[in-house]
């Protein structure tokens, strides 16, 4: 087996209407997770703020 080069270390906070905050080790800012457009009507919520989804990070980070 390889050499680990790196391990995430996140903690996610739950917020409220389904926002997420992520707190990931070394970015000095935090990541939100949300939702917005299909998922929004899907589940019948409003949010104040529409965030990403993670469907829309994990699509991001394949395709990038």
């Known amino acids: 087996m390889g050499e680990i080069v790196h391990t995430s270390r996140i903690t996610i906070i739950r917020e409220n209407n389904g926002v997420r905050k992520a707190i990931v080790e070394g ?14 009507k ?16 994990i699509v991001g980070a394949v395709g990038g």
């Open 42 to 57: 899907f589940y019948k919520v409003e949010p104040e703020v529409e965030h990403a989804a993670t469907l829309d990070h």
């Open 27 to 40: 970015l000095p800012d935090p990541v939100y997770y949300g939702m917005h457009g299909g998922i929004k």
